[in-house]
């Protein structure tokens, strides 16, 4: 994979209402993470959403359910390293789905490259109040590490970022700032989702992460 070219801001959502309301802003690459609904309901969201960011020209990634992303003709799957353990990858790979991964310490990475990723997710980056972490916060210097390790793919950084630390995210060697509650826990999460473009175009025209 030499193709960095990934979309510098990230969104993570964990249903088809949220993709509805903050898709439609300009979102240009999302992932659905859906957790605990029985299998009807996440063919229902998992179909909606593909159409949904088809016709906004925006980029689906499925979280976890890749068998159901493989039957529905979605392209693109994430998968943690628990998943990981369950998946056909090579299924994935004569499908044509690009597949991204999560990694939280070297075993992780060398694990994860192996399977050949569209890109490699590090996190997180600072305390995150989303759920409680195992892992110590990583920093700029583990993205910086991880730049240097994983060749030209492309390289998501995610867990406690903000507008205002993108520039340091991607000056370490980041492409893409992944975001989950500093948005759908905002009080204004359409308004917040706007910063949150607008801060990553301005870092893409200052060279950040380049």
Same mark, same amino acid.
């Given at each position: 994979? $030499?193709?960095?070219?990934?979309?510098?801001?990230?969104?993570?959502?964990?249903?088809?209402?949220?993709?509805?309301?903050?898709?439609?802003?300009?979102?240009?690459?999302?992932?659905?993470?859906? !957790?605990? !609904?029985? @299998?009807?309901?996440?063919?229902? @969201?998992?179909?909606?959403?593909?159409?949904?960011?088809?016709?906004?020209?925006?980029?689906?990634?499925?979280?976890?359910?890749?068998?159901?992303?493989?039957?529905?003709?979605?392209?693109?799957?994430?998968?943690?390293?628990?998943?990981?353990?369950?998946?056909?990858?090579?299924?994935?790979? !004569?499908?044509?789905?690009?597949?991204?991964?999560?990694?939280?310490?070297?075993?992780?990475?060398?694990?994860?490259?192996?399977?050949?990723?569209?890109?490699?997710?590090?996190?997180?980056?600072?305390?995150?109040?989303?759920?409680?972490?195992?892992?110590?916060?990583?920093?700029?210097?583990?993205?910086?590490?991880?730049? =240097?390790?994983?060749?030209?793919?492309?390289?998501?950084?995610?867990?406690?970022?903000?507008?205002?630390?993108?520039?340091?995210?991607?000056?370490?060697?980041?492409?893409?700032?992944?975001?989950?509650?500093?948005?759908?826990?905002?009080?204004?999460?359409?308004?917040? $989702?706007?910063?949150?473009?607008?801060?990553?175009?301005?870092?893409? =025209?200052?060279?950040? =992460?380049?």
């Amino acid at each position: 994979m $030499t193709d960095r070219s990934l979309s510098r801001f990230y969104l993570i959502v964990g249903s088809y209402d949220w993709l509805a309301r903050l898709v439609p802003l300009g979102v240009k690459l999302v992932q659905l993470r859906i !957790k605990d !609904k029985a @299998e009807p309901e996440l063919r229902r @969201e998992i179909a909606a959403a593909r159409d949904l960011c088809a016709a906004h020209t925006c980029q689906l990634i499925v979280n976890d359910y890749w068998q159901l992303a493989m039957e529905l003709g979605c392209d693109f799957v994430h998968l943690g390293q628990e998943d990981l353990q369950d998946a056909d990858v090579p299924a994935l790979a !004569k499908a044509g789905i690009r597949l991204g991964l999560s990694t939280h310490d070297h075993a992780e990475l060398e694990r994860a490259l192996h399977h050949d990723p569209a890109y490699v997710a590090l996190g997180p980056i600072y305390p995150t109040v989303l759920k409680k972490m195992p892992w110590a916060p990583q920093g700029l210097d583990r993205i910086t590490e991880w730049r =240097g390790l994983i060749g030209q793919r492309p390289l998501v950084a995610i867990g406690g970022l903000t507008p205002e630390r993108l520039y340091a995210v991607f000056a370490a060697g980041a492409d893409s700032a992944a975001v989950v509650s500093d948005i759908l826990l905002n009080p204004d999460p359409e308004a917040r $989702t706007r910063e949150w473009l607008a801060r990553t175009a301005e870092t893409a =025209g200052s060279g950040a =992460g380049a």
